[in-house]
């Protein structure tokens, strides 16, 4: 399996290469939200992540949204989820 290669656009990699770097991301992002609560308030939520960008997603149906009397929650999963996607607005 040692010659197994991937093309990209920009390069190419061994296949060890691509899985190495592929399970080194995923043990980032596993240690960086660990600690995370399952919901976060919309406060929080604009302070973590930015007002705008929060506001932008629950504009397009990309939120979970859990209403409570004075108070407005997120799923801090789906938030985690969107900010890790590159957008391209233009």
Same mark, same amino acid.
């Given at each position: 399996?040692?010659?197994?290669?991937?093309?990209? *656009?920009?390069?190419?990699?061994?296949?060890?290469?691509? +899985?190495?770097?592929?399970?080194?991301? +995923?043990?980032?992002?596993?240690?960086?939200?660990?600690?995370? *609560?399952?919901?976060?308030?919309?406060?929080?939520?604009?302070?973590?992540?930015?007002?705008?960008?929060?506001?932008?997603?629950?504009?397009?149906?990309?939120?979970?949204?859990?209403?409570?009397?004075?108070?407005?929650?997120?799923?801090?999963?789906?938030?985690?989820?969107?900010?890790?996607?590159?957008?391209?607005?233009?």
């Amino acid at each position: 399996m040692n010659n197994i290669q991937m093309q990209f *656009a920009d390069k190419v990699v061994t296949y060890d290469t691509f +899985l190495n770097d592929l399970a080194s991301r +995923l043990l980032l992002m596993i240690k960086q939200d660990k600690d995370d *609560a399952e919901y976060v308030s919309q406060r929080q939520a604009f302070k973590m992540f930015g007002k705008g960008n929060v506001l932008r997603w629950d504009k397009k149906g990309k939120l979970t949204t859990r209403k409570r009397p004075g108070k407005i929650e997120y799923l801090t999963a789906e938030l985690r989820t969107l900010q890790r996607i590159e957008q391209d607005y233009f």
